[in-house]
């Protein structure tokens, strides 16, 4: 088996490893574990981006490595810094070349991207000269770009949390989603400091989705379907501020895709939504049994129709 017929063997793995877990570090341990077992390399890790100006040693495979490389410095750092892979045939040749270990021989650096910028590079070095070339640095780049994928964020209150999460969990395109309580001042409230309403937050639901599956435009399209949006501070029985609704951005470039479908709703309705649109400021994860509480709960109480969930199961099949 030829080193390219044994990376393309292991992107199904990569893919699975990927799928199910939303956590950044876990991602990387993973990976960073099966490239290593694969492939025996020397070493075999993650540095991420912290503070702006340095690289801090992520999960990894291997010896005892550096802890910190600043922007520019070493492989890494220019990796970083000039946005591309950097294969190096022999480490003593490399201007300015970081010496963790002098068993290192050879390294390749390959940059991890997140809606654009460079977040983190995945290293991998031998103890062989010349071990790396541009079949590694094609796969490795295939690779780094599933750490992320083309995953985006949109967070979205819809009233209480139970139904709306459910809901979203079953449009094809989203691969995660839980609950909590965003944009209010009180850090990390509980549920019942929320349930007063005097924490500012409203039960939101985090949805985290492949757009090239399902875009911005029709998520909030498809949360329009299950709220009432002319209800200010009450969705279905459910009334208080915790419940108004709202959707809220991470990124942006979000804002003219939302905005955009905001104002078509309200031509349509001819009058101002009660529907917040702001950016992101906070958000707290709320506490596990709150966490996909219909499916464990399924004659639970939720002020969605039942037809809002079949509308959804009719996505789901096409």
């Not at 000269?129 to 079949?135: Q, S």
């Not at 009233?159 to 395109?173: E, N, R, S, V």
């Not at 955009?260 to 009058?271: D, S």
Request: hydrophobic share 40%.
């Amino acid at each position: 088996m030829t080193k390219e017929d044994k990376y393309a063997a292991l992107i199904p793995a990569v893919h699975s490893l990927m799928s199910d877990e939303p956590d950044e570090i876990a991602r990387m341990a993973n990976l960073a574990a099966l490239l290593h077992n694969e492939f025996q390399f020397w070493w075999t890790g993650f540095y991420r981006v912290a503070d702006g100006d340095q690289l801090v040693l992520g999960p990894f495979q291997g010896p005892l490595a550096c802890t910190r490389i600043r922007l520019g410095k070493g492989v890494c750092g220019t990796a970083w810094a000039e946005d591309r892979t950097v294969v190096v045939p022999d480490v003593e040749k490399f201007p300015g070349h970081i010496a963790c270990s002098s068993e290192s021989r050879s390294e390749i650096v390959v940059p991890v991207r997140f809606k654009g910028q460079v977040v983190a590079v995945l290293d991998i070095d031998s103890r062989e000269l010349g071990t790396f070339d541009e079949v590694d640095a094609n796969w490795l780049e295939k690779i780094a770009d599933c750490v992320y994928g083309p995953q985006r964020d949109i967070w979205f209150a819809a009233g209480c949390f139970w139904g709306a999460q459910k809901f979203f969990k079953m449009i094809p395109g989203v691969e995660f989603t839980e609950v909590g309580f965003a944009n209010g001042w009180v850090q990390n409230p509980t549920y019942e400091q929320v349930y007063t309403d005097t924490t500012g937050h409203a039960e939101c639901v985090h949805v985290r989705y492949n757009p090239e599956i399902v875009s911005l435009k029709e998520l909030v399209g498809l949360y329009f379907k299950i709220i009432d949006p002319l209800s200010l501070n009450r969705q279905g029985e459910d009334e208080g501020t915790r419940y108004r609704t709202g959707v809220y951005y991470e990124d942006e470039r979000d804002f003219d895709i939302l905005s955009k479908e905001f104002l078509r709703l309200e031509k349509k309705l001819g009058t101002e939504l009660a529907v917040e649109l702001r950016h992101i400021t906070g958000f707290f994860r709320a506490e596990d049994y709150h966490q996909d509480y219909l499916d464990k709960n399924p004659g639970g109480y939720c002020h969605l129709s039942p037809e809002i969930f079949k509308m959804a199961a009719k996505l789901k099949k096409k």
